[in-house]
């Protein structure tokens, strides 16, 4: 039995902190970055040539929250440790799904073309498809809600937003 919990233990923490992880995502997204800390985020939603937008702040700040549960875990708490590990593949995840998939921040290019991907993929286009930091949809990374769902929601919030978020031939602006 020892063994099995053993093994148990830390794999529910590193689960349980991924998705606690894309919960806390989800609501900081909305109610931080689209709120009070909208000055690092402002510039996610316009276009810009850089590599680096003031956004990626917020990687940083994740990061080392990652980091010092290591460090805490390892000196004081050993759970601490493993939520650590979750909220870095959190991190991963984000950075495969955002940065990569949507944004197009890697040295190469792919539009998926069905699946769940795909969902993500629209789900955050159509996030991108209101100008400014009200009115927005689909505030989570990896967990996307059903297109059909996000477009009722833009057009019940009443703003306007660009109809051709979806097409695919348009590429995402490299932001």
Sequence with gaps: MDTILYYLVPTGLVVGSVLFMEWFATWSHEHIMHGWGWGWHKSHHEPHDDALEKNDLYAVVFAGVAIAMFALGHFFWWP?????????IYGMLYFFFHDGLVHQRWPFKHIPRKGYMKRVYQA????????????????????????????????ENKRSYDPHALKDEDRPAAH
């Design 124 to 155: 955050h286009r159509l996030h991108h498809a209101v100008q400014g930091k009200d009115g927005c949809v689909s505030f989570g990374f990896v967990y996307a809600q059903p297109v059909d769902k996000l477009l009722k929601e833009l057009e």
């Design 80 to 88: 601490l440790t493993w939520l650590g590990l979750g909220v870095t």
